[in-house]
Each structure stands twice: as structure tokens, then as C-alpha cells.
């Protein structure tokens, strides 16, 4: 909080909670709103800069579970998702990728799906945005550097693969996260 706790401000929040339909011990609640910190408005905005980082650290890795997931999958699907790793800044096409794994095509596809629930293009464009996000954080690199790096051929396929893949584009996300380290 930033303010200290009143009665006043403690009956308008119960009122409204109860308007929700909120049940609960409300001297139990009453008790920790009194006891709750008051904090100054810089540790307050520091706390939420905490969170942010947090947060986006959260997404990034929840994103690249998403990636990586570890299911019981056949030797030629283990050994795709390592080739793919190993080689995804380079040019990579289903049919190289099939190659690798030794099965056709078509099997390759099927199997694919399967085993991670996505296409090899959508497949291979997360892979490269969890990775050019992990070259964006550094502030010192460009963004056609990182896009280029990761094995995307053009900068409207990247921005386009990382807007859908993040949620925001490549700019957003890298302002993000300087604004919240230089003032913490």
C-alpha cells in the first residue's frame, strides 16, 4: 500500500467485496489490512519493476518448455528437435530436417505433429524467437542482428513470427525490459 490504512478506505473495500458476492473471515481480513506495509512510492515502483522482470522471465522460459518439452518421443523425433537446435540459424527445410531424422517426408510431418503438437514451420519459428529473445536482452546488439542470427531470412518475417509468437513485436519487448533495469 501506499497510503496508510483507515477505516474508512477498509469499509468501502469490504463493501465492494461483499457487493461481489466475497465470503470470507472479515476480521481475519481486517486484521491483515492493518498490518499490511506502507511502502514509498519508490519501493512501490520498484516492486512492480521486480515483478515485471518476473514476469518476463516467466514467459520466455514458459515459452521455451514449450519448445523443449520432454515426452517419451522416438529416437528419429529426439534427434530432429537437437538437429534443429544445432542448425536453426541456418536455412532449414522440412525436407533437410526429414533427411536428418531418416524417415520421409510425409512420416516426418505426421510424426512431427504429433510428438509437438505444432508444425515444423511453427516449430522452427519458436524455436528461433525464444532464441533471438535471449539475444535481444543484451542491449547492445540490434535487432536485425539478432533476427539474422536466429536463421530468419528477412526482418518482415521475423517481426512478423515474433509479434504472433511473443504476443508484441521485437521493439516492444526489447524496450521493455531496459526501461525496467535502468531504474531499478
Known amino acids: 500500500m501506499l497510503k496508510n490504512p483507515t477505516k474508512k478506505h477498509f469499509a ?9 458476492g466475497y465470503k470470507t473471515d472479515w476480521r481475519q481480513l481486517e ?8 511502502l ?15 514476469a518476463q522471465h516467466l514467459s520466455i522460459l514458459s515459452n521455451q518448455l514449450v519448445v523443449g518439452r520432454e515426452k517419451e518421443e522416438s529416437t528419429s523425433m529426439a534427434r530432429t528437435r537437437q ?25 516426418f510431418c505426421k510424426m512431427f505433429k504429433k510428438a509437438t503438437g505444432m508444425n515444423f514451420i511453427d516449430y522452427l519459428s519458436r524455436v528461433r524467437v ?3 529473445k535471449t539475444l535481444l536482452l543484451n542491449p547492445n546488439s540490434r535487432i536485425s542482428e539478432a533476427a539474422f542470427a536466429c536463421g530468419f531470412q528477412s526482418m518482415t518475417n521475423f517481426n512478423r513470427a ?6 508484441r513485436s521485437p521493439t516492444q519487448f526489447r524496450e521493455a525490459l531496459p526501461k525496467l533495469r535502468r531504474s531499478v
Request: hydrophobic share 40%; glycine share 4%.
Open 12 to 20: 468501502t473495500i469490504t463493501r465492494q467485496l461483499r457487493a461481489w
Open 31 to 38: 486484521r491483515a489490512y492493518f498490518r499490511t506495509c506502507v
Open 40 to 54: 514509498s512510492p519508490d519501493r512501490y515502483r520498484a516492486m512492480l519493476r521486480l515483478l515485471s522482470i518476473f
Open 83 to 107: 538437429f534443429i537446435e544445432k542448425h536453426q540459424a541456418e536455412p532449414l527445410s522440412l525436407g533437410r530436417v526429414a533427411h536428418a531424422a531418416n524417415i520421409s517426408r510425409h512420416y
Open 130 to 132: 525464444e532464441k533471438s
Open 162 to 167: 515474433f509479434k504472433r509468437i511473443a504476443g
